[in-house]
């Protein structure tokens, strides 16, 4: 059995011969969105399908898993059992809700230097969901991962996803700042070295895209800062990009 995030299962399987994981019985992917190119390439390559799950390190990390039995692609497979779930609305999100999860392997807390803070009985994912009748869910994003614009509730996600049609590459990264006039605004960072705001602009007009997603900067760069995991480092783009509007004012 192999665990690992999409980002290292997709080096794992560049750099590995066809025969490297012949014993391998299961592959499971969390952590971040599993893409499709990752799942054909383990498919192709190895003929070994990746099972994508979700979790938390407070939930002791897993909390639903696609299964050989129980499996459907682009979501995060099922709960398991003793999983206690319920789904909040959240103002501005027309598709899910905030998930709260409860059951024995939720924490018991946290312990800080100041001693130890027991963790209410049901657990703040902070990730927006939806549960189909089957009980398969799907993340939408985090609940973190969204900027509010006029008012108007704007996934970040969605704008990487446009981004990713428009320029042709995944690696871009999108972070919200304030803003005096709207209350935040989008800032997008991408390595593809001929994009431009007119060609994001133009390629959501041709597509009907609503333009409230359209960031306000685009910005290119070398390489997007990553941390550990391979995932993007957020909090450091954020860092960078409220440093520059400083810089700017």
């Known amino acids: 059995m192999l665990l690992g995030t999409p980002t290292f299962l997709y080096g794992y399987a560049k750099y590995a011969h066809h025969y490297d994981f012949y014993s391998l019985r299961y592959v499971l992917a ?23 799950g979700y979790g938390t390190t407070e939930t002791a990390p897993v909390l639903s898993l696609n299964s050989p039995l129980f499996n459907r692609a682009g979501t995060v497979g099922r709960f398991l059992p003793g999983i206690e779930y319920r ?15 409860k059951g024995p392997n939720v924490m018991a807390g946290y312990l800080y230097d100041k001693g130890f803070v027991p963790a209410p009985a049901w657990y ?15 993340i939408k994003s985090r609940l973190k991962r969204f900027a509010k614009i006029s008012g108007e509730m704007v996934s970040l996600d969605a704008v990487e996803k ?9 690696r871009n990264a999108a972070i919200q ?13 991408t390595m593809h070295k001929n994009a431009s705001k007119q060609m994001l602009r133009e390629f959501m007009g ?44």
């Open 87 to 101: 789904t909040e609305a959240v103002p501005g999100i027309e598709e899910g809700g905030n998930l709260w999860v």
């Open 124 to 138: 703040d994912c902070g990730d927006v969901v939806q549960i189909d009748r089957e009980g398969f869910v799907t």
């Open 162 to 170: 446009l981004a990713e049609k428009c320029f042709g590459t995944d």
């Open 177 to 189: 700042i304030p803003d005096a006039k709207k209350g935040e605004k989008i800032i997008l960072y």
């Open 30 to 52: 969390g952590g971040e969105k599993l893409k499709e190119e990752v799942r054909q390439l383990w498919q192709d390559k190895f003929g070994i399908r990746i099972f994508e």
């Open 206 to 249: 041709q597509n009907r895209q609503n333009m409230l997603t359209m960031p306000a900067e685009v910005i290119v760069v070398g390489k997007l800062p990553l941390l550990g995991s391979g995932k993007t480092d957020y909090v450091t783009l954020k860092s960078l990009a409220a440093k520059e509007a400083t810089d700017n004012a």
